[in-house]
């Protein structure tokens, strides 16, 4: 599961730098095309980590798991 989630770390870290320079590029050129994939691409900049964040927290709840830094914490190793 290790390499899973660490795949899925750098597809959302890739993906979030295509957002950034997308959004830095449609907000230079100002075409009338651009304005909505200026919006399209700044709600996905908002949207990609917010899901990231929630399919982390939805496997640790279903699965059971803890993380290492809550396994110290609570003592159970």
Request: aromatic content about 12%; overall charge positive; proline content about 1%.
């Amino acid at each position: 599961m290790k390499k899973v989630r660490q795949i899925l770390a750098i597809i959302g870290i890739v993906l979030l730098a295509v957002m950034y320079l997308s959004t830095i590029f449609f907000a230079i050129f100002d075409k009338s095309q651009t304005m909505g994939m200026f919006k399209a691409s700044v709600g996905l900049t908002i949207v990609i980590p917010i899901l990231i964040w929630l399919y982390t927290f939805l496997y640790k709840l279903i699965s059971g798991h803890k993380d290492e830094n809550q396994k110290a914490s609570s003592g159970d190793e």
